[in-house]
Every structure is written in structure tokens, then in C-alpha cells.
């Protein structure tokens, strides 16, 4: 089942390529916003399920093309993103220790929503795509062989980055929290129609050029480890989400006006634009590009404000 929200947070169901509306089916569910409808949902999806199959098998639904589709989850509680989670093409000679940070949630953004780059000294602004996990019920210190029932579904998701900023070494936080700065879509797809996550490609284009385009089999730390390991630390609730990472040899300047599309295998197309009031520039080669031509970092800021002087 593919679960989305669309036009004023009405909760859809997917048939085809119709979205219908099912929100009369969980209109029961105590809420304040529509972050508690989805998280209720999730929470006892195995009660609602039933009542949504049957509001989709008696409507015929609005095509998908007709409707604004909106983050399909709004608000969670947590968003937690593994961090150097790849194998990298097999050129990382072993994984990376496990490693992980947090998201505001205010980072949410939806289909053909804008990510805003920030005026702040950042060396360059980068979008990761990645597979996030959508938990779907309450999960503290699981073990690894326990973890995937605790998997509600899957969801596209870009980690956007403002790299370099200073004090060297202050990072995440700051780099990684930005409003607007965690776009997810374009649905929630239901587990039981993934099958094996670990076999997923993953791609990324910007401006219609592909950049990112990998598999999930390349994932360091598989899902049950992920999930064992976050929740040794803090408790997991239903709708939260838990980012695997990305292979970061295809990442590339996002800038103004860049239009942004990421696509996994089963998990439909999240389209997002990118701004920059600033007006900022960077080259348009990935992190492979430069590596190929034996150059180190990330391709440096061309024109706007806080490019590096010119000698």
C-alpha cells in the first residue's frame, strides 16, 4: 500500500495512478495535526487496514497529477540519518563504525517542494539520496534478528548538507538541521511490497543529468543492525524515521534554480526545486569527477558570496 497526503493533508491511498481519498476511514483517530493521523495510523495499521482497502476498492480516486502532494510525514518525532553507511562502490576497504545524527524536524519538505540554501559560509551544498526506514512501532534496544517487524514501510529521502562550515570540526548539527533541509516522498510504501531492501536502486538526478545511481546492497550496516543499534540508544516511535545513508561518490552541488529528482526502485519519484537567494555557483562535477582527476574535497565555490579571493 502506498499512503500519501495530499492537498490540505488529506490522507490518500494510492490505486493506480489516482490518489483516493481514505481520511473518513481513520476519522477516529484523535489528532491535533495531520502528523498524528499518520503516526496513528501506523501505530495500529492492522486495524485501519482493512477500512482502507475498502474506501479504495469503492472510489475511483483523483488522478495523481491533479493533486498536491505534501510531506507524507509531516512531523515525526525523530529523524535519524546513518552517517558514511556505504561500501562506496567497494572502495572503502571495510566499513565505517556505526555511526549516526539527527534531523530537526522542521527539515520536512514534500513533492515539488523547495529546499532553501541558507546564507551561511558553507563550502558547498549537497543533497544525499537515500532509503529511509519508516518505523512502525514503539522500538527500544531490539535486537538485530527482532528488528524488521518493526519496519512499517519506506520512504525516498534527501539529506541536504551545507559542508565547511566553521569552527572546523562543529558539524552535524548545524550542517545537517537546516530547515527545508530533509525533503521525503512522494508516499510511504508498506513493507510487504519492497520484499528484500537491501536490493533497491537508488538514483538522483539534477537538472535531468543523473548523478547518484547505486544500490542498496552496498549498504554497510544493513537495516537490523541500524535499527538494533539506534535504539540501544533512545526509543524509536511509530512514524519515525530512520535514514541508511548514501553512496557518496555521485553527490554534486545543489544551487540555484536546480530542479531535483530522486527515484528508488519501487518507491516512486520525489521532485523537489532548489533556491538560493544568494545566487551562489559551484561546477556541476560529482565527487567521483574529482577523484577521477586525482583532486581532493569537494569541488570549491565559483561566483557569489563567500567564494574564496581570487589571486
Given at each position: 500500500?502506498?499512503?500519501?497526503?495530499?492537498?490540505?493533508?488529506?490522507?490518500?491511498?494510492?490505486?493506480?495512478?489516482?490518489?483516493?481519498?481514505?481520511?473518513?476511514?481513520?476519522?477516529?483517530?484523535?489528532?491535533?495535526?495531520?502528523?498524528?493521523?499518520?503516526?496513528?495510523?501506523?501505530?495500529?495499521?492492522?486495524?485501519?487496514?482493512?477500512?482502507?482497502?475498502?474506501?479504495?476498492?469503492?472510489?475511483?480516486?483523483?488522478?495523481?497529477?491533479?493533486?498536491?502532494?505534501?510531506?507524507?510525514?509531516?512531523?515525526?518525532?525523530?529523524?535519524?540519518?546513518?552517517?558514511?553507511?556505504?561500501?562506496?562502490?567497494?572502495?572503502?576497504?571495510?566499513?565505517?563504525?556505526?555511526?549516526?545524527?539527527?534531523?530537526?524536524?522542521?527539515?520536512?519538505?514534500?513533492?515539488?517542494?523547495?529546499?532553501?540554501?541558507?546564507d551561511v559560509p558553507a563550502t558547498?551544498?549537497?543533497?544525499?539520496?537515500?532509503?529511509?526506514?519508516?518505523?512502525?512501532?514503539?522500538?527500544?534496544?531490539?535486537?538485530?534478528?527482532?528488528?524488521?517487524?518493526?519496519?512499517?514501510?519506506?520512504?525516498?529521502?534527501?539529506?541536504?548538507?551545507?559542508?565547511?562550515?566553521?569552527?572546523?570540526?562543529?558539524?552535524?548539527?548545524?550542517?545537517?538541521?537546516?530547515?527545508?533541509?530533509?525533503?521525503?516522498?512522494?508516499?510511504?510504501?508498506?513493507?510487504?511490497?519492497?520484499?528484500?531492501?537491501?536490493?533497491?536502486?537508488?538514483?538522483?538526478?539534477?537538472?535531468?543529468?543523473?548523478?547518484?545511481?547505486?544500490?542498496?546492497?552496498?549498504?554497510?550496516?544493513?537495516?537490523?543492525?541500524?535499527?538494533?543499534?539506534?535504539?540501544?540508544?533512545?526509543?524509536?516511535?511509530?512514524?519515525?524515521?530512520?535514514?541508511?545513508?548514501?553512496?557518496?561518490?555521485?553527490?554534486?552541488?545543489?544551487?540555484?534554480?536546480?530542479?531535483?529528482?530522486?527515484?528508488?526502485?519501487?518507491?516512486?519519484?520525489?521532485?523537489?526545486?532548489?533556491?538560493?537567494?544568494?545566487?551562489?555557483?559551484?561546477?556541476?562535477?560529482?565527487?567521483?569527477?574529482?577523484q577521477q582527476k586525482g583532486q581532493?574535497?569537494?569541488?570549491?565555490?565559483?561566483?557569489?558570496?563567500?567564494?574564496?579571493?581570487?589571486?
Amino acid at each position: 500500500m502506498k499512503i500519501c497526503f495530499f492537498d490540505d493533508f488529506k490522507l490518500g491511498v494510492l490505486k493506480g495512478d489516482a490518489v483516493v481519498d481514505v481520511s473518513a476511514a481513520v476519522s477516529d483517530i484523535p489528532r491535533v495535526g495531520p502528523h498524528d493521523v499518520v503516526n496513528g495510523l501506523i501505530a495500529r495499521f492492522s486495524d485501519y487496514r482493512k477500512r482502507l482497502e475498502d474506501a479504495v476498492s469503492r472510489a475511483n480516486g483523483v488522478p495523481v497529477s491533479q493533486v498536491r502532494l505534501r510531506p507524507p510525514l509531516p512531523k515525526p518525532t525523530n529523524i535519524v540519518c546513518m552517517a558514511v553507511n556505504y561500501m562506496e562502490d567497494g572502495t572503502r576497504p571495510e566499513p565505517a563504525p556505526i555511526n549516526a545524527f539527527v534531523k530537526s524536524p522542521s527539515a520536512i519538505i514534500g513533492p515539488n517542494d523547495t529546499m532553501a540554501l541558507p546564507d551561511v559560509p558553507a563550502t558547498i551544498f549537497e543533497g544525499e539520496a537515500e532509503v529511509a526506514v519508516v518505523i512502525g512501532k514503539r522500538a527500544s534496544h531490539v535486537s538485530a534478528g527482532d528488528a524488521m517487524p518493526y519496519v512499517f514501510g519506506y520512504v525516498n529521502f534527501v539529506d541536504g548538507s551545507a559542508r565547511g562550515l566553521p569552527p572546523s570540526g562543529n558539524t552535524f548539527y548545524q550542517m545537517k538541521s537546516r530547515d527545508t533541509f530533509a525533503p521525503i516522498g512522494p508516499w510511504i510504501v508498506t513493507a510487504d511490497e519492497i520484499g528484500d531492501p537491501d536490493k533497491l536502486q537508488v538514483q538522483l538526478w539534477v537538472n535531468g543529468t543523473l548523478k547518484q545511481n547505486f544500490n542498496t546492497s552496498d549498504m554497510a550496516h544493513k537495516i537490523p543492525r541500524c535499527i538494533e543499534w539506534v535504539t540501544s540508544i533512545h526509543t524509536l516511535e511509530p512514524g519515525d524515521i530512520l535514514a541508511t545513508g548514501t553512496n557518496h561518490r555521485g553527490l554534486s552541488a545543489f544551487q540555484d534554480g536546480d530542479v531535483v529528482e530522486l527515484e528508488t526502485e519501487r518507491l516512486g519519484r520525489l521532485r523537489i526545486d532548489v533556491r538560493d537567494e544568494l545566487k551562489r555557483t559551484w561546477s556541476r562535477e560529482t565527487r567521483l569527477d574529482r577523484q577521477q582527476k586525482g583532486q581532493e574535497g569537494t569541488t570549491p565555490q565559483l561566483t557569489g558570496k563567500y567564494a574564496p579571493a581570487k589571486s
